[in-house]
């Protein structure tokens, strides 16, 4: 596959550019589905990145999270933190590869691993840290763990703490969607694209239990804080059975992933810059206390809140890894 350049910038009859340092956040309505996207362009002297984010088509909404069409290139190498949450992630990688190593052994010596067309990335609970050598595009498709369940038709914690690549999961079909998304005109486009395979492949999928779907959602919807024994209770399944079926419908069983729902809720406070101080967004997110919410990001970041505030890039750019 070529390497990708600055292509499928065009948002129906508007290109959004950035020449200056700074950024540019806009929405244009697609001509391909009628949906509305947001894109995202910064520049400043070490390089620029493009986002172009656009919803699932409204069958899959209750699976798919959302896509995110991207573009980087920069004056060098950049590593990135990347945190767990509540979601799966896809990467559809149109090169150059991106990198990828285990965050507790980032500065270990240990070797970094890349797949050329792309890669899933079940459930975590650590961070994995990313790596580019200055220019990386693709796209970047996150499912709820439901999703992933019918998508990939595997028990989920067979994916849970790993990166496996797509062609490991799909073999040679897993190369050809990559090439074909690669040769589509326009974001919009391969948006669409996506919409159709995914909505062919989960009518084909066994769904998840309807007990365990509803566990999911009361989880979620809590933002982490609901009980796993009243789950259990709830539902008239012993703390062991439901256990299980989260582990193999969802990754991981439903006290971790818990914890991961209600840091990603702290997270997102955090880098969204409200101004709300640590203490308030540890009681808003279900914290017995800020030293509480300090664990938690200590374990998912590898540092205190501070320490992840000094790495943020500007503008969606992510956190820096290193």
């Not at 038709?153 to 998304?181: E, K, Y």
């Not at 709830?234 to 062991?240: A, P």
């Not at 540890?282 to 505030?309: E, K, M, S, V």
């Amino acid at each position: 596959m070529p390497v990708a350049g600055d292509f499928g910038c065009d948002i129906g009859d508007s290109v959004l550019n950035v020449d200056a340092p700074g950024t540019v956040s806009a929405h244009f309505r697609s001509p391909v589905s009628g949906c509305l996207l947001r894109v995202v362009q910064h520049r400043d002297a070490d390089g620029y990145w493009r986002l172009v984010h656009a919803p699932p088509a409204p069958n899959l909404r209750s699976l798919v999270v959302g896509y995110c069409g991207y573009q980087e290139k920069t004056s060098a190498f950049l590593c990135r933190r990347e945190f767990p949450s509540g979601r799966v992630v896809v990467i559809i990688d149109f090169g150059p590869a991106l990198r990828v190593l285990d965050g507790p052994s980032a500065h270990a010596g240990q070797p970094v691993r890349s797949h050329p067309c792309g890669f899933v990335a079940g459930l975590h609970e650590r961070f994995v840290v990313t790596e580019t050598a200055g220019a990386q595009s693709g796209i970047e498709i996150q499912l709820t763990p439901l999703g992933a369940y019918r998508v990939f038709g595997v028990a989920m914690h067979d994916l849970a703490n790993r990166v496996v690549g797509l062609t490991d999961l799909f073999g040679q079909a897993g190369a050809d969607l990559a090439d074909r998304l690669y040769h589509l005109a326009a974001w919009p486009q391969r948006f669409r694209m996506l919409d159709r395979l995914l909505t062919q492949r989960i009518a084909r999928a066994r769904p998840a239990s309807e007990g365990l779907a509803w566990a999911w959602r009361r989880l979620e919807g809590s933002g982490g804080t609901a009980m796993m024994g009243d789950l259990a209770a709830e539902l008239g399944w012993s703390r062991k059975h439901l256990i299980a079926r989260f582990r193999d419908q969802i990754g991981l069983p439903p006290k971790r992933l818990a914890r991961i729902i209600r840091f990603d809720r702290a997270l997102d406070r955090l880098t969204q810059g409200t101004g709300q101080g640590l203490a308030g967004i540890a009681q808003d997110c279900g914290y017995a206390d800020q030293a509480h919410l300090n664990r938690d990001f200590r374990q998912f970041t590898g540092g205190p809140p501070t320490d992840l505030l000094r790495r943020q890039l500007p503008d969606g750019g992510g956190i820096r890894g290193d």
